[in-house]
Every structure is written in C-alpha cells, then in structure tokens.
C-alpha cells in the first residue's frame, strides 16, 4: 500500500515551490548534492552492501544492513583497506547506468549545466554523466579528510573557477579510485566530523581548506538540491551535522531534499515511529531551510525534466 494512502504527514510541493527552483537553476544558483539513491538500481543501497560485506567477513550479528557498524566490524577484523576493496570490487561489478533512460537522474542533473556539483558517492556516474552531455572534462575533486593524505592535497590540478563548461564535482566522501577516502566505517564518519572541523578553526589558505572556498560559497549562496538521500541514511545525517551552520546562515533560498520514502509500515507500532521520524526531520528541514520532496529520484528527475520542457514565467519577471 502506497505511502499516501496512509494519509502519512509528508507535506507535498506547491507550483510556487517548482518555480523558486526552475529559477535558482535558471540563475545557476543551484548546486546538486547526490546520494545513494541516484545510482540506484544500477548499484546496490547501502543496505545491500552491508549484507554482501557480511556475508564476506562472516558479520555475526544481526543488524547485517547496517553499513557503518558492518564495515567497522570488517575494518577491525580484517583491515579497513580489505573492506574498502569489498566495497570497490562489488560496485565495479555493477556496470553503469543508462543514462539515456528517460528518467535518469545523473543524465537530467547533468542537463542543468551548473558549475558546481556534489555528492557523497564513491561512483563516477555524476561526471560520466555532465562529460556525455558537455563533451567537456570534469574538474573532479576528492575531500582529502584522511590525515594520510592532508599532504598530497597539493598535487591536485589547480582547481579552475567552476563554470558550465569546467564544472565541478566534488567527493565528499571519498571515491573509488583512492580507498582510504572513502567514509564507510563508523570511524570514518567520526573522523570525518572531527577533522572537518579541526580544518575548519585552523585552515589560513585556500589550499588548506578541506572544503574548497567555490565549494563553501554554494553551501551560503546557492539552493542545495540534495537527492537520493533517505530518511534513515548515516550519510544524510552527517551532512546535516557537517554544514548546519551553513545551511541556517545561507543568503539563498530554500534548500531542497529529495527523500526516498521508506517501505509503508506493518503494524501500527512501526507507523507511529515512521510518523514520528518524518515530523521530527520536517522540523530539522525547516530550522535549516530545506524544503523536501517526499519521493523517489526517479520521481523529482521525471517532474523536473517535464517542466524545465514546459516554457515558464520566472518567479518576479
């Protein structure tokens, strides 16, 4: 039974809601920050992975779909590198996407030609995607979090001003090309806070900066349009954490979350706790001005390409 049908309190979108958006894009003060849920079905959810790592370091505890505590098990039984390279091995199993399928949401992100673009994936779709689409080349970027690697944060390219024809994409949370990157573990996500932080009080240069200041200025200046991200999802929750006062200080408008609704609940205790979970992230959203989407990526891709095809008055033209 659908969500809906439930008459659970997701508040749904106002035509006025599209139109701030279709302008912030219009402007390219729009800045697109993908999650899991945008490479699915091409790559398994987090807790499919859990299970598969699980299966591989013989997990014995019962919460086999819990990623974080799974690879953190895995990281102090077997090494962290030997889970990373579980995690590298099976998504480099899982092909690529279609991108020309008509709700691809990589392929409809990239149709917006903005400068600037961010994700917690491992993946590289997201630049596969705006290099098909541009025929240009990515700048790509990798948040150089672990301590081991603060000093090989000079070797990068200089970083370009990001524009529609350079964009970039940034990787907060590692990529598979580089395995000590990747936040997976509980640690990982502990580690990341603290040493983000640390950056944030010490850090005097450009170059110092674990977040690149083109990468700051779109947290303050731009709508974040994070999709793909799901109510339960450590990912999600440690962005939150990560950037709370930039969302709250942003000068922009509202921000937006798109939120892959959870299975519809079976009994009347696990719907009080569902309902209680979305009133309590909808009040999080609104202290720090983020409007959501209840739905699924496919879902906002499919709505979002039909009414950028369908002419509109920009919201104060």
Known sequence: ?????????????????????????DQKRCTPFLGAGASRPTL??????????AAEIDYPFADRGNLARVAQFGAISEGSLHVKGLIKRKLDQCGEPDFDAPDSTHAIVASLDLPVYLTTNYDDFLSQAIERRQHHSVQRRICRWNRAELDEAGQD?????????????????????????????????????????????????????????????????????????????????????SFANYLHRAEGPRHVAVQLRKPAPRDATERRELEASIRYL????????????WGSCADFARELRRRRETPHVPVGA
């Open 282 to 293: 909808q009040e999080s959203f609104k202290q720090q001005k983020v409007r959501p989407f």
């Open 157 to 241: 390219p200089v970083l370009v001003p990001p524009s529609s024809e350079r964009p970039l994409v940034f990787h907060l949370h590692g990529h598979l090309s580089e395995l000590d990157s990747l936040v997976v573990t509980e640690d990982d996500y502990l580690d990341f806070l603290v040493r983000l932080s640390e950056n944030e009080a010490r850090a005097e240069q450009p170059d110092e900066m674990l977040i690149p200041p083109r990468v700051r200025e779109a947290f303050r200046n731009s709508t974040l349009l994070f999709l793909g991200y799901s109510l339960e999802d450590m990912n999600f929750r440690v962005l939150f954490r």
């Open 44 to 53: 398994p959810s987090g807790a499919e992975l859990a299970e598969y790592i």
């Open 1 to 25: 039974m659908p969500d809906d049908a439930l008459d659970l309190p997701y508040e749904s979108w106002s035509e006025q809601d599209w139109k701030k958006l279709l302008l912030a894009i």
